[in-house]
């Protein structure tokens, strides 16, 4: 029997100076987090497919859980503590059996066929990444037949332009994917592109 594809959008809670903050340095920390609410609510509207389930790993915990911000029919849950890696590992080891995917909210190109690539994509491969164009990446994904290795994720230089590397170098062994590269948002000279 084939298991339910699931789709995590990683989202914080819109409050300037806690959301977007490179961005917000360039254009101010309430513009930064505007834009970051109307972003992740034109996202998830695009997103949205019955091939998967969508739901919404929320940043704090407690305030993202009971926010009025997010759509009230998306499950959420909360991403707890660590940094980014320690919170997506958790994430991805937590998921009922099936293929998972995660992604940020920080993305405008995202769209269902994009989803739709990386989910197909896992059908032949273990884990399945989506470079962005700084080196980093907009979504990391795996098939999830067998628990990832202990150190998934651990070690990696985050926001730097050797997130993808290091991160794809944490599943020693595994067939790996990549998918189409997007661009995605984290200062002022990012939003032209955008």
Same mark, same amino acid.
């Given at each position: 029997?084939?298991?339910?594809?699931?789709?995590?959008?990683?989202?914080?809670?819109?409050?300037?100076?806690?959301?977007?903050?490179?961005?917000?340095?360039?254009?101010?920390?309430?513009?930064?987090?505007?834009?970051?609410?109307?972003?992740?609510?034109?996202?998830?509207?695009?997103?949205?497919?019955?091939?998967?389930?969508?739901?919404?790993?929320?940043?704090?915990?407690?305030?993202?859980?009971?926010?009025?911000?997010?759509?009230?029919? $998306?499950?959420?849950?909360?991403?707890?503590?660590?940094? $980014? %890696?320690?919170?997506?590992?958790?994430?991805?080891?937590?998921?009922?059996? %099936?293929?998972?995917?995660?992604?940020?909210?920080?993305?405008?190109?995202?769209?269902?066929?994009?989803?739709?690539?990386?989910?197909?994509?896992?059908?032949?491969?273990?884990?399945?990444?989506?470079?962005?164009?700084?080196?980093?990446?907009?979504?990391?994904?795996?098939?999830?037949?067998?628990?990832?290795?202990?150190?998934?994720?651990?070690?990696?230089?985050?926001?730097?332009?050797?997130?993808?590397?290091?991160?794809?170098?944490?599943?020693?062994?595994?067939?790996?994917?990549?998918?189409?590269?997007?661009?995605?948002?984290?200062?002022?000279?990012?939003?032209?592109?955008?």
């Amino acid at each position: 029997m084939a298991h339910r594809a699931r789709l995590i959008v990683m989202v914080k809670e819109p409050r300037p100076g806690r959301v977007k903050t490179r961005l917000g340095r360039d254009i101010g920390m309430t513009r930064a987090a505007w834009w970051f609410r109307h972003q992740s609510a034109a996202l998830l509207r695009r997103i949205t497919d019955p091939r998967w389930d969508t739901l919404l790993a929320v940043a704090p915990d407690r305030a993202g859980l009971a926010s009025r911000v997010w759509p009230a029919d $998306l499950p959420r849950l909360p991403q707890g503590p660590g940094d $980014l %890696g320690d919170r997506m590992a958790r994430l991805l080891r937590t998921q009922p059996p %099936g293929p998972a995917c995660i992604i940020g909210a920080d993305i405008p190109g995202i769209r269902r066929h994009h989803i739709a690539e990386a989910f197909a994509a896992l059908g032949s491969n273990d884990a399945v990444f989506g470079p962005a164009t700084d080196g980093g990446y907009w979504l990391v994904g795996l098939k999830r037949t067998a628990a990832p290795p202990p150190g998934f994720l651990h070690g990696v230089r985050w926001s730097t332009q050797h997130a993808l590397a290091d991160s794809m170098a944490t599943l020693p062994h595994h067939r790996i994917a990549l998918t189409t590269t997007l661009h995605d948002v984290d200062t002022a000279a990012d939003l032209p592109l955008a």
